[in-house]
């Protein structure tokens, strides 16, 4: 009983890890895209193009 224990404690640390690391990467993601928005949004401003 005792190794199923380690063997499910194994695994939701590991599907912590996923989750967590699936988290990070959309973070950026999202993170990378709205900085490229707010770039391509003020270069426009600043030539003077109103979307």
Do not use: H, P, S
């Amino acid at each position: 009983m005792r190794l199923t224990w380690t063997v499910l404690g194994t695994l939701a640390i590991l599907l912590a890890l996923l989750g967590a690391y699936v988290a990070a990467v959309i973070a950026v993601m999202a993170a990378a895209a709205g900085i490229g928005i707010a770039l391509r949004w003020g270069f426009d401003r600043a030539r003077g193009e109103r979307r």
